[in-house]
């Protein structure tokens, strides 16, 4: 509740994670496949549960005070940015086959 009204990335990634499942349902991904890609998203979601955890806790300890404040925040958002890139390459790597064949009328 907190994090999807107050954080717009959460939002986005409900989005692509709504077209993932849609994707894996319409592709018919295996099993396997599946436990990855719900692996993914649920990390994602963490992560950037942590992340505006981690915010808001620093912001309260007055980020102004420490200059490690603000690399904090950017160590946090970063850690969030590599899932969601490690994210897109696994969907890529599962979804890009089925992609392909779908476009070259071979699906």
Not at 85 to 98: D, E, N, V
């Amino acid at each position: 509740g907190l994090v999807f009204r107050g954080e717009q990335n959460f939002r986005i990634h409900i989005f692509a994670s709504l077209v993932v499942i849609a994707a894996g349902i319409f592709f018919k991904v295996a099993v396997w496949q599946w436990c990855l890609l719900i692996s993914m998203i649920l990390l994602v979601f963490l992560l950037e549960i942590v992340n505006t955890a981690f915010e808001r806790m620093v912001d309260m300890l007055q980020p102004r005070v420490h200059l490690y404040a603000g690399e904090i925040k950017n160590m946090m958002s970063a850690m969030v940015l590599i899932a969601a890139i490690g994210s897109i390459i696994i969907a890529w790597l599962i979804f890009g086959p089925h992609l392909i064949a779908f476009f070259t009328g071979k699906f």
